[in-house]
C-alpha cells in the first residue's frame, strides 16, 4: 500500500469506539483534563448502543446490590467473578445520577426482565433507551475531545508490550492514513455479531478490537462465550425481552406455551435456558413464535417495535410474531482487570470489547450497558495515569503494513459459524470448522474496510472455535452436544497469539 497521505496526531488518550462505552470514557477523560481524540468507524452514532432496547439494570437502591448480585451471578453460571461484579454493581449509582445530571429522562416505570428476580431495568423512551442515552452523552462531551468519524483503526502501535496509540484509515478513502501517538489507548470496539448469519447487530459490529489486541500480544478470555437473544426476527431484528416480562408468551404453531416444559421460570428464564428451548423447538420441526397479545398498551411501551412490525406487515394485536435466536453479545473478549487495565501496558477496555469477568457464561439482560458506564469510567481513570510517551521511544512507525487476506468470503465463513459455532456445538463441527479455516490460500491486499472486517472476521471464527473446542463442558451460552454438563470445576479458557488455548481454573 502507499502511504499517500499520513496524519500524525499526539493525544493524552487515544479512545476507540464511540457506543456507550467509548463516548463516557472519552467524556471522563477529558472532564479530568486530557487531549481526547476520539476515533469511530461509522458515525458517532453507532455501534450496539444505539439499538439497546431493554434499557439499563441499575439496583433499586443500596439494598438492592446483593439481590442483583444474585441475579447476575446465578445467571453468570460459575464464571462471574462476585467481588468485581458486586463492585462494578455497586458503583453503578454514582453513573446512573451522572446520567440524569447530564440530562437523560428515564420512563417512570421498571422493567423486568428474564433472569431479574425484581423489576429494576431503566428505560428512556420505551424501547430507545441506547439511542437517547448516547445521544445525550454524545451531545454533553466537552469541547476538548477531538472525534475522527468514518475512521478505522487497523493496528495497534506496540513496542514490547506496550502500546503507545493506533494507526486508522478512512473508510471512504483508505489511502488517507492518521498516526495517533497517546500516553493511553482505550479500546471500546464492541462485539462481533457480524460473524454471525442472523444476528441483533449492527453491520460495524465485527471484532476489529478483539484481533487489534490479540495480534498485539493482548490475552483473549472465553472469547468462545457468545448469548444468542432468544427473540429476534428473521432478519435480526431484536423483540426485547421486556416483552415476556410484560406478559408476552413464548407459542408453537398451534399458539401452545411451551416454556414449561423447559424451565419453572417459563419464559422469564435466563437467555441461555431460553434460546435452548426455542432451538430445540425449532430442531423438533415446530415453529416458534411470540405472542404479544397479552400486553396492553404495546405501541406506547414499545414503540420502536410496533413500528418495525408495522413495516413488516404484522399486527401485534392479532398476529404471532415469528422469532428464532440470534448471535447477540460476546460475554468473553480482551481479559481486563476490573479496572480497564490489560495484559499491555498502556492498552485498556471497556464496554463488550471486554472482558472483566462480570458477565460469565451468560449475560444478565441489561447488565451491559451497566458495565459499558463502569467501565467506561474507570477505564478512562486508569488511563489517566500513563506517563507521558518519551519522544526516544517513538521510531517510525511501519504505516505501509501489508494486510494479509484469507482467500475466504464473508458468506461462507457465517455459514460457518451459523452451522457450527452456534450456540449448540460438538468437536466434529469444531474440528470441521477449523480444518476449514485452516486450508486458505493467504493474499495480500490494499487495506480496505471490507477486507479488513472480513479478515477479522476469519480470524475471530477460528479462535472462537479453538475455544470451544478447548471448553470441554456446556455452560450458559456454550452448550456441547458431546460434554453436556459443566465440569465441576469451572473455568476460563485463555487464548495469546501462538500458543494453543489454556484453561484457567475460578479461583474462589
Ligand atoms: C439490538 C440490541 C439490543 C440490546 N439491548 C440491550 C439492552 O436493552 N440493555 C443492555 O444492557 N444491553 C443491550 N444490548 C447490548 C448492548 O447494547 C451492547 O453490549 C453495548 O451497547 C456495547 O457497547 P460498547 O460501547 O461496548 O460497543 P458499541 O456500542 O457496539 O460501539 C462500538 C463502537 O466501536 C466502533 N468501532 C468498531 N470497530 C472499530 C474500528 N476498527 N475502528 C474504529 N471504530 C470502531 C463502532 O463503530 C462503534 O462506534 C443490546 C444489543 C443489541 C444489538
Known amino acids: 500500500m502507499v502511504n499517500d497521505q499520513l496524519t500524525k496526531v499526539r493525544c493524552d488518550v487515544l479512545v476507540i469506539g464511540s457506543g456507550i462505552a467509548g463516548t463516557y470514557a472519552a467524556s471522563v477523560a477529558a472532564e479530568s483534563g486530557a487531549d481526547v481524540l476520539l476515533l469511530t468507524k461509522t458515525r458517532l452514532m453507532s455501534g450496539s448502543t444505539q439499538w439497546a432496547q431493554g434499557g439499563i439494570a441499575f439496583p433499586l437502591d443500596t439494598s438492592d446490590v446483593e439481590l442483583h448480585l ?44 428474564g433472569g431479574h428476580s425484581k423489576a429494576r431495568v431503566k428505560h428512556v423512551g420505551g424501547d430507545r433507551t441506547g439511542y437517547f442515552v448516547l445521544d445525550v452523552l454524545q451531545k454533553t462531551m466537552p469541547e476538548r475531545v477531538l472525534c475522527y468519524e468514518n475512521t478505522v483503526a487497523y493496528k495497534l502501535l ?104 423447559y424451565d419453572p421460570d417459563e419464559e422469564l428464564a435466563p437467555r441461555d435456558v431460553v434460546s435452548r428451548a426455542i432451538s430445540d423447538q425449532l430442531a423438533r420441526g ?95 481513570i486508569s488511563a489517566l495515569d500513563a506517563p507521558p510517551v518519551k519522544f526516544h521511544t517513538l521510531d517510525a512507525w511501519d504505516a505501509n503494513t501489508p494486510l494479509q487476506i484469507p482467500n475466504q468470503d464473508l458468506d461462507s465463513i457465517k455459514e460457518l459459524a451459523h452451522k457450527y459455532l452456534n450456540s449448540t456445538r460438538d468437536s466434529e463441527g469444531l474440528l470441521q470448522t477449523l480444518q476449514l479455516l485452516a486450508n486458505r490460500d493467504l493474499y495480500t491486499l490494499e487495506i480496505d474496510k471490507t477486507t479488513y472486517e472480513v479478515a477479522n472476521l476469519f480470524a475471530l471464527a477460528r479462535l472462537v472455535a479453538k475455544g470451544a473446542l478447548e471448553r470441554e463442558e456446556s455452560r450458559g451460552g456454550h452448550y456441547r452436544r458431546d460434554f453436556p454438563n459443566p465440569s465441576p470445576t469451572a473455568y476460563h479458557v485463555l487464548q495469546s497469539l501462538g500458543q494453543d488455548p489454556q484453561r484457567e481454573p475460578v479461583s474462589g
Open 70 to 113: 444474585r441475579d447476575t451471578l446465578v445467571a453468570g453460571r460459575g464464571l462471574t467473578d462476585s467481588t468485581t461484579a458486586e463492585s462494578l454493581i455497586s458503583e453503578s449509582f454514582i453513573h446512573l445520577e451522572k446520567l440524569e445530571e447530564k440530562g437523560v429522562v428515564f420512563d417512570l416505570e421498571l422493567g423486568l426482565e
Open 286 to 380: 415446530h415453529d416458534t413464535f411470540l405472542d404479544l397479545t397479552p400486553i396492553t398498551n404495546f405501541s406506547e411501551k414499545f414503540p420502536y417495535i410496533a413500528r418495525k412490525l408495522k413495516t413488516l406487515g404484522l399486527d401485534q394485536h392479532h398476529d404471532r410474531i415469528p422469532i428464532a435466536p440470534a448471535a447477540h453479545y460476546f460475554m468473553g473478549g480482551i481479559s481486563t482487570s476490573p479496572f480497564g487495565s490489560t495484559s499491555l501496558s498502556r492498552l485498556y477496555c471497556a464496554g463488550e470489547v471486554a472482558s472483566t469477568t462480570f458477565h460469565g457464561a451468560n449475560r444478565l439482560a441489561s447488565n451491559s450497558l451497566l458495565e459499558g458506564l463502569v467501565m467506561g469510567h474507570r477505564a478512562a
Open 158 to 261: 506496540v513496542r514490547n508490550g506496550t502500546v503507545f496509540g493506533a494507526l486508522g484509515f478512512n473508510a471512504d478513502r483508505p489511502d488517507q492514513r492518521i498516526e495517533v501517538v497517546a500516553r493511553a489507548t482505550i479500546l471500546a470496539t464492541g462485539g462481533s455479531g457480524q460473524l454471525f448469519k442472523v444476528t441483533t447487530n449492527p453491520r460495524e459490529s465485527t471484532g476489529d478490537g478483539f484481533l487489534l489486541a490479540y495480534h498485539s500480544g493482548a490475552e483473549l478470555r472465553d472469547i468462545e462465550l457468545i448469548q444468542f437473544h432468544p427473540t429476534a426476527l428473521h432478519d435480526g431484528t431484536l423483540i426485547s425481552e421486556a416483552c415476556r416480562g410484560e406478559g408476552a408468551r413464548l407459542v408453537d404453531g398451534h399458539g401452545h406455551p411451551f416454556m414449561s416444559e
